[in-house]
């Protein structure tokens, strides 16, 4: 991009001084196009950015309504929309800059509110984000599974990497704080009922302790292990894929709202 130097308008106005009153109009009109070329150039113009995606139930997997609102750092209102169910769940946000933190925030009656924090890259090289939104119904005794397994095979410690994974769910029941629910967990074979039964109540433990470290108080949180495995989700019967093993899921069970 080409921009104007301070030599250039200095020269440009010696010039100017010496024609008619007429050439003031392009004094003007030059003057002004120097500093917005040179605002430009020095990155003080800021980009828009939109977050876009979709809403939908993580229990039944349908899309849903709801309404979404956009916070800044102070805690301030910048922007809002809903989701719109009959359109697969979708909804547009804008109105967002560039190298700033924002917090999402989903409400819909009968779910528990959910939250997301991001921040926008200030360089302005996304223009467009996209995120997806999983809630969860508010009901006693519907059961939300841990997405990914937070246990290796047989095994009832927390594996490398498990506070990443569960750190959405964490905050969903952080901001939920009225909600008690139970830690369910099961095995990964029905080889050995005794040892399942021992392995899957570590398991839960093992759940708890991370959610009571993390702020959720322990009054709220009941733990189950099972000696079978999971009757909605059992092990395949045909051979798994090369490297991949049955793991037993894992779940939270709302007990109380």
Aim: proline letters at 4%; one cysteine or more; hydrophobic letters at 35%.
């Amino acid at each position: 991009m080409y921009v104007i130097t301070k030599i250039e308008v200095k020269m440009k106005l010696k010039n100017f001084k010496k024609n008619n009153q007429y050439n003031k109009f392009f004094l003007y009109l030059f003057v002004f196009s120097y500093i917005t070329l040179n605002t430009y150039s020095q990155g003080f113009v800021t980009s828009v950015v939109s977050l876009t995606g979709s809403v939908v139930n993580e229990i039944t997997k349908q899309p849903e309504t709801v309404s979404i609102t956009v916070f800044d750092d102070n805690g301030e209102k910048v922007t809002s929309t809903r989701s719109i169910g009959n359109e697969k769940g979708s909804y547009f946000l804008t109105g967002l800059k560039t190298g700033e933190n924002y917090t999402v925030r989903l409400k819909k009656k009968d779910f528990l509110d959910e939250v997301w924090k991001f921040s926008v890259a200030k360089d302005g090289k996304y223009v467009e984000m996209s995120h997806d939104f999983l809630i969860k119904p508010k009901e006693v005794g519907v059961q939300i599974p841990l997405a990914v397994p937070p246990f290796e095979y047989s095994k009832s410690k927390l594996r490398f990497g498990s506070e990443f994974l569960l750190e959405d769910l964490k905050n969903t029941l952080m901001l939920n704080d009225n909600v008690s629910f139970q830690i369910l967990c099961y095995p990964d074979n029905n080889d050995n009922p005794t040892e399942n039964q021992k392995t899957t109540d570590e398991r839960a433990a093992a759940l708890q302790t991370y959610f009571v470290a993390n702020g959720i108080a322990s009054s709220r949180i009941t733990v189950m292990g099972s000696k079978n495995t999971d009757p909605k989700n059992p092990p395949p019967t045909g051979k798994s894929a090369k490297g991949k093993r049955y793991i037993g899921a894992s779940y939270i069970k709302l007990t109380s709202i």
